[in-house]
């Protein structure tokens, strides 16, 4: 089934979710991987687009929004570090 089944004719052509694989690293840190994509369906839920299976079977949902703003907060905090080093002097 093709996520176009799903669509109405005001449904963004962007996606509302990602999906992404997530395993745990050797270095402590969580390491996701992008394996599909969900649109809002005409019944009020998701329709789901998988690129890949996880070997586990879970799969976590993370809308754009928050994507984009986890982003921007990434990205402030190394500036705000990066002008912390900056500021540093040298020895």
Not at 8 to 15: G, H, N, S, V
Not at 35 to 54: D, E, Y
Not at 68 to 79: A, G, I, N, Y
């Amino acid at each position: 089934m093709s996520h176009d089944d799903n669509f109405t004719e005001d449904t963004p052509k962007l996606p509302s979710h990602y999906a992404y694989n997530v395993e745990k690293g050797t270095d402590n840190k969580n390491h996701w991987q992008k394996i599909g994509a969900a649109w809002p369906a005409k019944n009020g839920g998701l329709s789901l687009q998988l690129n890949a299976m996880p070997l586990d079977g879970r799969v976590a949902l993370r809308s754009r929004e928050a994507l984009e703003r986890m982003r921007e907060d990434r990205e402030q905090t190394q500036q705000t570090q990066d002008q912390k080093q900056s500021q540093e002097p040298s020895p």
